[in-house]
């Protein structure tokens, strides 16, 4: 073997392994951060009821931990204040409409605090959720004509993960997978019956799911 074919060799496998033990260039990606939503509800010390007002607010509380709420939401009246009574009484109701709008018993929690002898304290209803953050993306591509191969651009997914961003329902999903949902038993061992019996294990059609192409033809 003469030098100049070593040399070519050994230039070209340094160049593999220069290629082999490279790192994986890091995509621009959107991201999730905590944060605590914290809401104050009026409460008067003659109210016997939850207004119309109140009501709202509840619902909305409602949808906004359905969709993004994670851990408990806690409800703290306000100890030692005026209004303490009809808190409490507040407390009660709200406890019953978020619970009629999907939420079960174990998701609420409540507690106190101190309120210094207000006349007047709000009840707090607060609730941990995420905040999804875009990447910093560059205002303007450079000039890729005399780009080296294999180089890292900031611009190169940046839209993509800033869509990601502002379109995710829930922010926590950019962060760790869901958990999956319990299994529906009753239906596993329905079609296992059916399978040692030797019947379908289809479910039944109900005429509702049929359908057919249309013959309309456009001329």
């Known amino acids: ?5 070593f040399v070519t060799i050994a230039v070209i496998g340094l160049a ?3 290629c082999a033990t490279s790192a994986p260039r890091e995509m621009p990606r959107a991201s999730a951060v905590p944060e605590t939503v914290r809401v104050a509800m009026d409460v ?6 939850l207004n119309w007002s109140q009501i709202a607010l509840i619902e909305t ?5 359905k969709a993004r709420g994670h851990g408990p939401l806690v409800i703290s009246y306000p100890q030692n204040a005026g209004n303490a009574e009809a808190a409490i009484a507040a407390i009660a109701e709200a406890r019953t409409r978020l ?17 210094g002898d207000q006349i007047q ?4 209803f607060s609730f941990n959720r995420y905040q ?6 560059p205002e303007s591509w450079p000039d ?6 294999g180089r890292a651009w900031p611009t190169f997914g940046c839209a993509t993960a800033a869509n990601l961003a502002a379109m995710v329902a829930d922010p926590r999903d950019l962060e760790t997978p869901r958990t999956m949902d319990a299994p529906d038993t009753g239906r596993r061992q329905t079609v296992l019956d059916n399978y040692r019996e030797g019947s379908s294990t289809a479910s039944q059609s109900n005429g509702q799911d049929s359908g057919a192409v249309s013959e309309v033809i456009n001329n």
């Open 1 to 5: 073997m003469n030098l100049m074919r």
């Open 16 to 18: 593999v392994t220069a």
């Open 44 to 49: 008067n010390p003659a109210d016997n009821g």
């Open 61 to 65: 509380l409602a949808t906004e931990y």
């Open 99 to 115: 619970y009629a709008h999907g939420l079960n018993w174990q998701q609420i929690a409540g507690g106190a605090y101190e309120a």
């Open 121 to 124: 304290a709000p009840v707090l």
């Open 132 to 137: 999804a953050v875009a990447p910093d993306c």
């Open 144 to 149: 890729l004509v005399n780009a080296r191969p």
